[in-house]
């Protein structure tokens, strides 16, 4: 959350807050107060156990609250720290049974992320986009033609199932952290240095890996009625296992579906006019292309806020029509939409939205 701190302490803010529900708003210093209580509560959770459960109930109601006022702040990083502290918190009496459901938890996650990434789009964009830093040992043209993106995807997936099992889950847990390690390589100093907040979300799941599997062997797989004896443990099993199926018909949210680097998201790009342009402070002008004056909305998010776009198209609508209202006529901000691409092409639908629109 430090890492990304202009998403939660709003005064000053160039991109706009966007409630989830229309005219909600806070003067910048609730916000500040509300992330000074996470932040706390944070604490309490790590360092009081007799408080441990009311202080992350707590926690949540308040970075749900935090949400509602601005759905940027609803980053996978911020949806899975949250939900991975339940077996923590639900099995206090036996660690080993805190230790299946939370590998359990995990193995979920890892099979979603490789689901998810099987796409065209991953194949021939989003795999050569993270492989760049690396072109000089491995070319985009040997990525394409062998279809290397798929079979990444897939052993992703299969990492997922292996760790289900006792006799597989080192060698499960050695392919997912060499998998955290190369994106912390990509995306960290030694390679692109983009997305920070990534950053520690990669050590910390290496470390997850190791804490959960190596410590304690569990075999996740075996039937136990007491990962499902109270109802937060229900809601944890749901959240990461059922609802993210329903990401593929547009019923539950892309940031809860396992959908990370993967390809198959929403995009847009913003056009800029000269005067809006020169309004923006000068580490904001160098992202934009010197020919047209245009951003990628990722782009603008990392450099305004430090994270991706939430992925939706009502989404980077909001942003721009809130960022019609600095405008002076129709053609000052410009958005061109990039629907979702099919499994089997990389081909998008495209919108051009003026803000006379």
Known sequence: MLLSYPLWLVEHRIHPLIPALSGLSLPFVFHIGLFALVVLCG???????????????????????????????FQPWVYYYLILL??????????????????????????????????????????????????HVISHEFLISY????????????????????????????????????????????????????????????????????????TLIQWNASLTQKPIQWVFLVLLGVLPLLSTVGLWPKQASHA????????????FSDSIAQSFPTHLQQELDNQDLSMDMNNFMLATLRVPPYPSTWYHKRVFRALCEEAVNEFDVVLTLYYEPTLTSINRTEETLFCSD
Not at 57 to 69: Q, T
Not at 167 to 181: A, E, N, S, W, Y
Not at 198 to 217: D, E, G, R, Y
């Open 43 to 73: 604490v309490f959770v790590l360092a009081l156990p007799r408080y441990r459960k009311s202080s992350y109930l707590v926690m949540v109601c308040l970075v749900l609250f935090l949400i509602i006022l601005d759905v940027s702040r």
């Open 147 to 218: 279809g290397i993106g798929w079979f990444v995807a897939t052993i992703e997936l299969a990492a997922g199932v292996l760790i289900l099992f006792r006799k597989t889950q080192r060698l499960g847990c050695v392919i997912l952290i060499v998998m955290h390690l190369f994106i912390l390589a990509s995306l960290g100093p030694t390679g692109r240095s983009f997305n920070r907040v990534v950053w520690p979300w990669n050590i910390s799941f290496c470390i997850l890996l190791f804490a959960v599997f190596q410590a304690q062997p569990v």
């Open 86 to 135: 339940v077996p923590c918190l639900t099995n206090d009496a036996d660690s080993k049974q805190g230790l299946r459901l939370a590998g359990l938890g995990l193995a979920l996650i890892y099979i979603g992320s490789g689901w998810q990434k099987l796409n065209a789009t991953f194949n021939y964009e989003t795999l050569p986009w993270l492989m760049e830093p690396f072109e």
């Open 260 to 271: 990370l680097y993967s390809g198959n998201k929403v995009r847009s790009t913003l056009f």
